[in-house]
């Protein structure tokens, strides 16, 4: 089970600390994802952390500007977003993926097995 939190109405250029929680056991098996949906609009990629934490991946939209990680001890996974700007604004899901994939292929939405219930990000002009 997977819990998001930290979203919130924020200024554009400012920042927000995504957290996810991860319930249940091998936190440290799992590929870790931020999806993100506006309204309107599909759901997209934003970042992924592969389960050591030593590999990243991020959407060209984020690159830059947002960083995710993770830490086994407390099976949290975060992303920090900064800069942020209107078109940020959405709904934040993180989502764990089991399989043994890298790079790119950890945007791949449909290789994530689990979903939280999302955290919704404003951002005012």
């Known amino acids: 089970q997977l819990q998001a939190c930290g979203g919130g109405l924020v200024q554009a250029g400012e920042s927000l600390r995504l957290s996810c929680a991860f319930s249940?056991?091998?936190?440290?098996?799992?590929?870790m994802g931020w999806f993100r949906q506006a309204p309107g609009k599909e759901r997209e990629f934003v970042a992924a952390i592969n389960w050591g934490g030593y590999t990243t991946y991020y959407a060209d939209s984020v690159k830059g500007r947002g960083a995710i990680s993770r830490r086994s001890a407390e099976k949290a996974t975060y992303l920090q977003l900064n800069n942020l700007k209107p078109e940020d604004t959405a709904v934040y899901y993180c989502a764990a993926n089991r399989r043994f994939v890298t790079g790119q292929l950890m945007g791949n939405m449909s290789g994530y097995d689990y979903w939280g219930q999302g955290t919704l990000v404003t951002v005012s002009r």
């Open positions: 249940g056991d091998s936190f440290n098996t799992y590929i």
